[in-house]
């Protein structure tokens, strides 16, 4: 993986957020089983993670399972958890050599205990790693993570550690599961449907969005380059007047 590449555009994302969506549709769309999306999207997954530095972004953050995605049928639930334990078994080594911090947003009681090792022996592997920032959301949903945020503030209040009236957006920020992370500066969703489904929502008060209509297991790195490229061309004002 190549760190700061002369390519770098000037201006681009250094934190890029990708609502990963479009691998059931991709699957059907063939007649093949919808897991053989996620596995396709897998493999995208490692694909855009190596191009990201060359880029110049420096944070990925990735939405893999939402708190809504329990609905599904209890087979597909349990093939994309096959995906990410064997991610962390193939890939785990190469992120930790490589400098990338790797970290896992959502809440973690409701996944497999063997899950939870795997994802809690990553992040402690590459603590003191920098070169690259890694987020990976698994059972998360913005909601849950601001009602979760709330609920360990309250109780910080209730034991006097911080009191009501200090808390400030920094305070909520080092409560929620992205603490210490910068702002996602774009969010990408793919397969042509505009929404967010409870992505970032505190975090992404001032993000650019992009929605395209490529399936996530067809987003190859050079759709991703495009992406990359036209948001240098956006004005972003964050509330004030051009300059
Ligand atoms: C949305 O497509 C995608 C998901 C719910 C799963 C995303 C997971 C991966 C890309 C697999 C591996 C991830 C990692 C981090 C290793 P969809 O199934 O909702 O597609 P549809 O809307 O066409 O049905």
Redesign the pocket.
């Known amino acids: 993986m190549e760190c700061g590449s002369s390519s770098e555009p000037s201006v681009g994302p250094t934190h890029v957020a990708i609502i990963?969506?479009?691998?059931?549709?991709?699957a059907?769309s063939r007649g093949l089983p919808?897991l053989q999306?996620?596995?396709r999207?897998?493999d995208?997954?490692r694909e855009i993670v190596e191009a990201c530095p060359e880029l110049g972004v420096t944070h990925l953050t990735?939405?893999?399972?939402?708190t809504e995605?329990w609905k599904r049928p209890a087979s597909e639930v349990m093939g994309?958890m096959r995906?990410?334990r064997r991610?962390i078994r193939k890939e785990g080594a190469r992120l930790v050599d490589e400098g990338v911090r790797v970290r896992f947003i959502g809440g973690r009681e409701r996944l497999e205990p063997d899950l939870q090792a795997q994802m809690s022996g990553l992040e402690a592997q590459t603590r003191m790693n920098s070169r690259f920032h890694l987020t990976?959301a698994i059972n998360y949903g913005g909601r849950d993570e601001i009602l979760r945020a709330t609920r360990r503030m309250a109780d910080a209040v209730r034991r006097g550690e911080i009191s009501s009236e200090d808390i400030t957006a920094d305070t909520v920020e080092a409560y929620l599961d992205t603490a210490g992370l910068p702002d996602p500066d774009l969010i990408i969703r793919t397969?042509g449907?505009y929404r967010v489904s409870g992505f970032l929502p505190w975090q992404s008060a001032y993000s650019e969005f992009a929605f395209v209509d490529t399936?996530?297991p067809d987003f190859t790195v050079e759709r991703f380059a495009q992406q990359i490229r036209g948001f240098g061309r956006r004005e972003r004002r964050f509330g004030a007047v051009a300059g």
């Open positions: 990963m969506d479009g691998n059931g549709r991709w059907e919808r999306g996620h596995r999207g897998a995208r997954v990735l939405y893999a399972f939402s995605n994309l995906l990410f991610y990976i397969s449907e399936r996530w």
